[in-house]
């Protein structure tokens, strides 16, 4: 058959059938473990069960990684020197997703901020405090950690951001 | 050394939400014949190699170049596969261009192809698959499952532009006007192209802006469209190519540049990319592909550009950080019309990402329609004469980025 | 083509259910091997990944391994097949001159999915996947029953091509802890778990976690490195037809090309007398036999009866090849290793005597339908 009636034929095909068969390709991910090492991590949670942030240092570059991180991708090198970190930070940007409740099918706005605590070079996600209103967020807005009432060493320690206030009077240039 | 590198043709298929009169082999014999179609001297025999790619993920199958190879016409002949996520394209077109410039025994002429058929597997379980990984440790380490869900809406591809989009409108201080303008401009240039998705001729910023958000500052009207399509692009040598069409097209510079992954990080450490729409791997890309093309001012030597922007912010953001505008300038060029299809420099006049996008294939139809704006053969085709053109990719999570500058004429002889 | 050199090279042992995260793994290949050439992160100025995203589980699977495989502000992309096709998009960036230094990595963690079933997804959708009869198991026994019924083989002399890999890994300390054993005779493999009758569990290679880099430089930069680099002078690649019925079983359509490939860049005319030794990635036994056939290395059906032990004539998988362990996408990285330690001279315990000229093969799909062969040469 040469090409051309082969190509004659498919025609013909394709107005009779308009669908080709096709079969769902789903992609399945229950049967996949995945394997983290989070060794880097420990002293990290120990400190967060304290109450208190720690960022692991780069040597190489003296960036600070908060939350801790394995490699710096900087030098290609195992950060090693652990750093204290404020409790404050700025929101370094923010987004809203407008997500279905599955429940009532209402519409629910929920925002979710890019931290970035002050000490640290990398910014991490979180929320806001459920009270402030996010109409108000924006880039710069100072923010605080709010602690569980008992921290158990995990991520939820730090439940949400409070709202800090700005107070300028901070920056006003002492009157001579 | 490397040889100079041309483009002699490039193909589309058709593209649709759901083309499901073809499956993915038939999808892809579509754009081969069509990029063949263009270049008639041009038979199966006289393709040496073949570099391809798509998203797996989205289809629910791996590796389809396997069984597709007599559908490409790729039987016995050399194949490689690339993909790297949303500039699966843009490496597919890369590694075309790397696989004549080795000067390997015997392969002289390529044919790239990337296509992606979205409708036969699930996208979003694709797209959620991209962090899976990382929100399971984040639950492993004590994140509620409320929080786990909102970190998977906001940590998709939408999420991550609407994070970029926040900052891009902090630092120039736009309204959301001034998005829709870049998604009508698209959205109308899109029906002037044979094989675009969404062809809205008659779009208004009003209809945009009326449309509920999806993650703000994105509303559903902005955000691209998810397209089954393919692409085909022919790389040849300089010598073959002056036999094979009018006007070759000579790829002068390529790169692709990582930088760190944004939002969640590997491990779900952060993300040590404060500001998402700093793109410092990008403006590292057009830093070395316009020093390999032996371009110093941009601004005043391409005179066309197709960028990957599935979302109108970063659009505006790419022109300013590929450096064909300076920087927060780039929201008034799109309303003093610069941009536009007799402007200046017009920007993705196919109708870009935002009206098209089959995700493996569109990183590569941006260099293609770029190619055949200079050739002359584009369907919505600029009236100025294009010597120089550029067509990136963008994909990851914010991190990875391709680019292809090309032109009219051999550069890098010199060399 | 103008020769590039191979200046540095690491391998993770090779596990089964590594106590290893798939970062922590990534890394300690990529720094080991810059570390072995003696250089920094920003001498690198591309970076070859090769992961396959069904086989980890995620889309975009070189998304969250940029810092980790060195690809931080360099030129980042990713082969999505063999380790080995991955070492030719890196010797292709060299070649075109834009880069002075690649990194090429690749490999996964086998023991975070069924392997085979990730497989299935390789297969014709259509018509194939549905009833899943064929896949790569019993696509490998279809080539096995060819092979032995058209040359009058018996299925003991495949069994002694498994038992001499598994002996060789026994030797090799990265190699497979369940694949190594000195001890194992013919009949151990013949009455192994049957997969797909004639393979039996011995002679497949068993999927596990790994992952191994190397880098490459031109020549020029290659010599200022190291004193004794080994040189890649020739490769070749081919895919053949898809569909088991096209195709010949009982030989290699898609290696002789390759093949012919390799040897005319590096100007090889007669392979059997300039080939000092094999390390090919052979899925299942049998596919050794058919690659040296392929390759001309020894006459069409002769294949088992060649001598290919490690002082044998020419010894093939003296590491023991990939029955030795297969970390997906990694393997054929691993064998272009392990014939650059042997033409080095630092291959303890296995090595092959005045090695100069070596090959080094990768493939993908079933049986063997997409392969790469690599011509390798010895330092100065």
């Given at each position: 058959?040469?090409?051309?009636?082969?190509?004659?034929?498919?025609?013909?095909?394709?107005?009779?059938?308009?669908?080709?068969?096709?079969?769902?390709?789903?992609?399945?991910?229950?049967?996949?473990?995945?394997?983290?090492?989070?060794?880097?991590?420990?002293?990290?949670?120990?400190?967060?069960?304290?109450?208190?942030?720690?960022?692991?240092?780069?040597?190489?570059?003296?960036?600070?990684?908060?939350?801790?991180?394995?490699?710096?991708?900087?030098?290609?090198?195992?950060?090693?020197?652990?750093?204290?970190?404020?409790?404050?930070?700025?929101?370094?940007?923010?987004?809203?997703?407008?997500?279905?409740?599955?429940?009532?099918?209402?519409?629910?706005?929920?925002?979710?901020?890019?931290?970035?605590?002050?000490?640290?070079?990398?910014?991490?996600?979180?929320?806001?405090?459920?009270?402030?209103?996010?109409?108000?967020?924006?880039?710069?807005?100072?923010?605080?950690?709010?602690?569980?009432?008992?921290?158990?060493?995990?991520?939820?320690?730090?439940?949400?951001?409070?709202?800090?206030?700005?107070?300028?009077?901070?920056?006003?240039?002492?009157?001579? | 050394?490397?040889?100079?590198?041309?483009?002699?043709?490039?193909?589309?298929?058709?593209?649709?939400?759901?083309?499901?009169?073809?499956?993915?082999?038939?999808?892809?014999?579509?754009?081969?014949?069509?990029?063949?179609?263009?270049?008639?001297?041009?038979?199966?025999?006289?393709?040496?190699?073949?570099?391809?790619?798509?998203?797996?993920?989205?289809?629910?199958?791996?590796?389809?170049?396997?069984?597709?190879?007599?559908?490409?016409?790729?039987?016995n002949?050399?194949?490689?596969?690339?993909?790297?996520?949303?500039?699966?394209?843009?490496?597919?077109?890369?590694?075309?261009?790397?696989?004549?410039?080795?000067?390997?025994?015997?392969?002289?002429?390529?044919?790239?192809?990337?296509?992606?058929?979205?409708?036969?597997?699930?996208?979003?379980?694709?797209?959620?698959?991209?962090?899976?990984?990382?929100?399971?440790?984040?639950?492993?380490?004590?994140?509620?499952?409320?929080?786990?869900?909102?970190?998977?809406?906001?940590?998709?591809?939408?999420?991550?532009?609407?994070?970029?989009?926040?900052?891009?409108?902090?630092?120039?201080?736009?309204?959301?006007?001034?998005?829709?303008?870049?998604?009508?401009?698209?959205?109308?240039?899109?029906?002037?192209?044979?094989?675009?998705?969404?062809?809205?001729?008659?779009?208004?910023?009003?209809?945009?802006?009326?449309?509920?958000?999806?993650?703000?500052?994105?509303?559903?009207?902005?955000?691209?469209?998810?397209?089954?399509?393919?692409?085909?692009?022919?790389?040849?040598?300089?010598?073959?190519?002056?036999?094979?069409?009018?006007?070759?097209?000579?790829?002068?510079?390529?790169?692709?540049?990582?930088?760190?992954?944004?939002?969640?990080?590997?491990?779900?450490?952060?993300?040590?990319?404060?500001?998402?729409?700093?793109?410092?791997?990008?403006?590292?890309?057009?830093?070395?592909?316009?020093?390999?093309?032996?371009?110093?001012?941009?601004?005043?030597?391409?005179?066309?550009?197709?960028?990957?922007?599935?979302?109108?912010?970063?659009?505006?953001?790419?022109?300013?950080?590929?450096?064909?505008?300076?920087?927060?300038?780039?929201?008034?060029?799109?309303?003093?019309?610069?941009?536009?299809?007799?402007?200046?420099?017009?920007?993705?006049?196919?109708?870009?990402?935002?009206?098209?996008?089959?995700?493996?294939?569109?990183?590569?139809?941006?260099?293609?329609?770029?190619?055949?704006?200079?050739?002359?053969?584009?369907?919505?085709?600029?009236?100025?004469?294009?010597?120089?053109?550029?067509?990136?990719?963008?994909?990851?999570?914010?991190?990875?980025?391709?680019?292809?500058?090309?032109?009219?004429?051999?550069?890098?002889?010199?060399? | 083509?103008?020769?590039?050199?191979?200046?540095?090279?690491?391998?993770?042992?090779?596990?089964?259910?590594?106590?290893?995260?798939?970062?922590?793994?990534?890394?300690?290949?990529?720094?080991?091997?810059?570390?072995?050439?003696?250089?920094?992160?920003?001498?690198?100025?591309?970076?070859?990944?090769?992961?396959?995203?069904?086989?980890?589980?995620?889309?975009?699977?070189?998304?969250?391994?940029?810092?980790?495989?060195?690809?931080?502000?360099?030129?980042?992309?990713?082969?999505?097949?063999?380790?080995?096709?991955?070492?030719?998009?890196?010797?292709?960036?060299?070649?075109?001159?834009?880069?002075?230094?690649?990194?090429?990595?690749?490999?996964?963690?086998?023991?975070?999915?069924?392997?085979?079933?990730?497989?299935?997804?390789?297969?014709?959708?259509?018509?194939?996947?549905?009833?899943?009869?064929?896949?790569?198991?019993?696509?490998a026994?279809f080539q096995m029953r060819a092979y032995l019924e058209k040359y009058g083989v018996s299925i003991e002399d495949i069994?002694k091509i498994?038992?001499?890999?598994?002996?060789?890994?026994?030797?090799?300390?990265?190699?497979?802890?369940?694949?190594?054993?000195?001890?194992?005779?013919?009949?151990?493999?013949?009455?192994?778990?049957?997969?797909?009758?004639p393979?039996?569990?011995?002679?497949?290679?068993?999927?596990?976690?790994?992952?191994?880099?190397?880098?490459?430089?031109?020549?020029?930069?290659?010599?200022?490195?190291?004193?004794?680099?080994?040189?890649?002078?020739?490769?070749g690649?081919n895919?053949e037809t898809?569909?088991l019925?096209d195709r010949d079983l009982t030989k290699s359509m898609s290696m002789e090309l390759a093949g012919k490939m390799a040897f005319d860049?590096?100007?090889i005319k007669d392979p059997k007398k300039e080939i000092?030794?094999a390390?090919f990635?052979e899925?299942y036994a049998h596919e050794e036999v058919i690659f040296s056939e392929a390759l001309g290395l020894v006459d069409m059906g002769e294949g088992t009866n060649l001598n290919s032990?490690?002082?044998g004539d020419i010894p093939i998988n003296?590491?023991?090849?990939?029955?030795?362990?297969?970390?997906?996408?990694?393997?054929?990285?691993?064998?272009?290793?392990?014939?650059?330690?042997?033409?080095?001279?630092?291959?303890?315990?296995?090595?092959?005597?005045?090695?100069?000229?070596?090959i080094?093969s990768?493939q993908?799909?079933?049986c063997a339908q997409?392969n790469?062969v690599?011509?390798?040469?010895?330092?100065?």
């Amino acid at each position: 058959m040469s090409k051309l009636t082969q190509r004659k034929s498919m025609d013909y095909i394709k107005k009779q059938y308009r669908e080709t068969r096709k079969m769902p390709g789903s992609w399945y991910l229950s049967n996949y473990k995945y394997k983290y090492n989070i060794t880097h991590l420990q002293p990290f949670l120990k400190k967060l069960k304290e109450k208190k942030l720690v960022g692991l240092k780069c040597s190489g570059c003296n960036t600070v990684y908060y939350p801790p991180r394995f490699v710096c991708g900087k030098c290609l090198v195992k950060p090693n020197r652990w750093v204290d970190l404020r409790e404050t930070g700025k929101v370094s940007t923010f987004a809203i997703a407008y997500l279905k409740d599955p429940e009532t099918g209402e519409i629910q706005e929920k925002p979710m901020v890019l931290v970035h605590h002050d000490g640290a070079d990398t910014a991490s996600i979180a929320q806001l405090n459920p009270e402030v209103d996010f109409k108000d967020t924006y880039i710069g807005m100072p923010i605080k950690a709010h602690w569980a009432e008992n921290p158990v060493g995990g991520l939820m320690d730090v439940e949400y951001y409070d709202l800090m206030k700005d107070d300028a009077k901070d920056l006003d240039l002492p009157e001579d | 050394m490397g040889r100079q590198v041309a483009i002699v043709s490039a193909g589309f298929s058709e593209h649709a939400s759901k083309r499901s009169d073809v499956n993915i082999a038939e999808l892809v014999s579509e754009a081969v014949e069509d990029c063949l179609k263009k270049a008639p001297s041009v038979s199966f025999e006289d393709i040496d190699a073949f570099a391809t790619g798509n998203m797996p993920g989205f289809e629910g199958s791996n590796l389809p170049e396997l069984w597709m190879a007599d559908w490409m016409g790729a039987r016995n002949k050399p194949l490689m596969r690339v993909t790297t996520g949303g500039t699966t394209g843009g490496s597919v077109g890369i590694a075309g261009y790397y696989t004549v410039t080795a000067g390997l025994p015997g392969i002289d002429t390529v044919l790239a192809i990337a296509f992606e058929q979205q409708s036969q597997g699930d996208t979003s379980v694709g797209l959620a698959n991209v962090a899976y990984g990382e929100v399971s440790l984040l639950n492993y380490l004590g994140l509620t499952y409320d929080q786990v869900g909102r970190l998977l809406s906001a940590g998709a591809a939408i999420g991550v532009a609407a994070y970029q989009a926040t900052n891009y409108m902090h630092k120039t201080k736009i309204v959301e006007e001034d998005l829709a303008r870049v998604v009508v401009q698209n959205r109308r240039n899109a029906a002037k192209t044979w094989w675009a998705h969404l062809k809205m001729p008659n779009l208004t910023i009003e209809q945009v802006l009326d449309t509920p958000y999806i993650s703000f500052p994105l509303r559903y009207g902005m955000v691209c469209p998810a397209s089954d399509g393919a692409c085909a692009v022919l790389f040849t040598t300089e010598e073959k190519a002056k036999n094979m069409c009018d006007i070759p097209v000579y790829v002068n510079g390529v790169a692709s540049v990582a930088h760190e992954t944004a939002i969640l990080g590997y491990s779900a450490s952060g993300s040590a990319q404060i500001d998402p729409s700093e793109q410092l791997g990008a403006m590292k890309t057009s830093e070395i592909c316009y020093q390999q093309a032996g371009i110093s001012f941009p601004r005043k030597e391409i005179d066309y550009a197709e960028v990957y922007s599935p979302f109108p912010n970063q659009e505006l953001m790419w022109v300013e950080k590929l450096g064909l505008f300076e920087e927060t300038t780039a929201p008034e060029m799109y309303k003093n019309g610069v941009t536009a299809l007799n402007g200046e420099l017009p920007i993705c006049c196919s109708g870009g990402v935002n009206s098209t996008n089959a995700i493996g294939a569109s990183a590569l139809e941006r260099p293609a329609v770029a190619a055949l704006q200079i050739m002359g053969k584009a369907s919505n085709q600029v009236p100025k004469t294009v010597h120089t053109a550029i067509g990136h990719g963008w994909g990851g999570s914010l991190n990875l980025c391709t680019m292809m500058v090309m032109s009219d004429e051999p550069q890098r002889k010199w060399r | 083509m103008d020769k590039v050199g191979i200046v540095g090279f690491y391998q993770v042992k090779l596990y089964s259910d590594a106590n290893y995260g798939r970062y922590e793994m990534i890394f300690e290949a990529v720094r080991g091997a810059i570390d072995s050439a003696g250089l920094k992160k920003k001498d690198i100025t591309t970076a070859i990944s090769c992961t396959n995203d069904y086989y980890d589980g995620r889309t975009i699977s070189n998304c969250y391994t940029v810092e980790v495989g060195g690809g931080y502000m360099a030129d980042e992309s990713k082969v999505e097949m063999d380790g080995a096709h991955a070492v030719l998009y890196g010797l292709m960036r060299i070649l075109s001159g834009n880069h002075k230094l690649s990194l090429v990595w690749g490999g996964s963690m086998a023991s975070c999915f069924p392997y085979h079933a990730a497989r299935l997804y390789e297969t014709d959708p259509t018509w194939e996947r549905p009833v899943a009869y064929v896949n790569d198991i019993t696509a490998a026994g279809f080539q096995m029953r060819a092979y032995l019924e058209k040359y009058g083989v018996s299925i003991e002399d495949i069994a002694k091509i498994a038992v001499k890999n598994r002996k060789n890994a026994s030797r090799n300390p990265l190699a497979l802890q369940e694949a190594q054993n000195a001890n194992i005779t013919v009949k151990d493999v013949l009455d192994s778990e049957i997969y797909a009758d004639p393979v039996t569990e011995l002679m497949v290679a068993q999927p596990c976690d790994g992952v191994a880099a190397l880098l490459l430089a031109p020549e020029k930069q290659a010599l200022k490195i190291t004193d004794n680099p080994v040189w890649i002078t020739g490769v070749g690649y081919n895919q053949e037809t898809y569909y088991l019925g096209d195709r010949d079983l009982t030989k290699s359509m898609s290696m002789e090309l390759a093949g012919k490939m390799a040897f005319d860049a590096a100007g090889i005319k007669d392979p059997k007398k300039e080939i000092d030794l094999a390390e090919f990635f052979e899925a299942y036994a049998h596919e050794e036999v058919i690659f040296s056939e392929a390759l001309g290395l020894v006459d069409m059906g002769e294949g088992t009866n060649l001598n290919s032990e490690i002082d044998g004539d020419i010894p093939i998988n003296p590491s023991g090849g990939a029955i030795g362990g297969n970390p997906p996408c990694g393997t054929g990285l691993i064998r272009i290793i392990e014939a650059a330690k042997q033409l080095k001279g630092e291959a303890d315990g296995y090595q092959v005597k005045d090695a100069k000229k070596a090959i080094a093969s990768g493939q993908i799909g079933m049986c063997a339908q997409n392969n790469i062969v690599y011509i390798l040469e010895g330092g100065n």
